[in-house]
């Protein structure tokens, strides 16, 4: 296969952004397409670094990448920073060892602040102050994993996340990220169980998915801007 932009998604939700954008075919690997006269493919990797870390060596073993795109939502630990702000990280910072890993801009705006990739759902107000200290927007669970892979293949990377949520409004805790499958999918077993323990929780989980679905869109938009 010749050489091709790689946009890599944690969940379907964030590819489905992509796939609404551009017109894509399935493949064994995802999904393939063109923008403009550039080849892309697009693969969900699952939640977490483990998953993201499998993922993305599969892809590099079939697919000669000329650059890879980490594309999705993050949590941003502000409650000022608006639903839907592009994330456009000068460093991604791993949570498992502390590593800060650079990657190349993109033509979509200007550098700032830090990612921090992390296994954990972390709520606490004051870690949260601390790593606001340092420089950190937002928190996602992959791209730290995805980033040591290409580092180590030679090959460029970017990502291009959106806020969809605030770690720290209460909005999010351990009861809603269990609503979600490892791969990304919804549980729609467990929401239902999930709305019965909390009957009046319906609007909280359609602002979630509100949020979600704007922050995927407005992260696609930038990827395939950066890519055209």
Not at 89 to 112: F, H, I, M, W
Request: aromatic share 4%.
């Amino acid at each position: 296969m010749a050489a091709v932009i790689a946009f890599v998604c944690a969940m379907p939700m964030e590819l489905r952004a992509l796939r609404q954008l551009v017109r894509l075919r399935k493949t064994g690997l995802g999904y393939a397409g063109r923008i403009g006269d550039r080849q892309v493919v697009a693969t969900v990797t699952g939640v977490g670094t483990a998953l993201a870390r499998a993922a993305t060596v599969r892809l590099l073993d079939v697919v000669d990448a000329e650059w890879v795109i980490v594309v999705g939502i993050a949590g941003a630990i502000g409650n000022q920073i608006p639903i839907g702000t592009l994330v456009l990280p000068q460093l991604v910072v791993s949570g498992a060892d502390g590593s800060a890993l650079r990657p190349t801009p993109l033509r979509v705006g200007t550098p700032y602040g830090k990612l921090c990739t992390t296994d954990e759902l972390l709520l606490d107000p004051a870690q949260h102050a601390d790593m606001r200290v340092d420089g950190v927007l937002a928190l996602d669970m992959e791209t730290a994993a995805v980033a040591k892979v290409c580092d180590e293949r030679g090959v460029p990377w970017s990502v291009v996340r959106a806020i969809s949520d605030r770690a720290s409004d209460g909005t999010v805790d351990t009861e809603i990220f269990g609503l979600i499958h490892p791969d990304g999918r919804q549980n729609l077993p467990a929401v239902a169980r999930y709305l019965l323990r909390h009957p009046g929780a319906l609007p909280r989980l359609m602002q979630l998915a509100n949020g979600a679905k704007l922050a995927s869109r407005r992260a696609a938009e930038a990827a395939i801007k950066a890519v055209s």
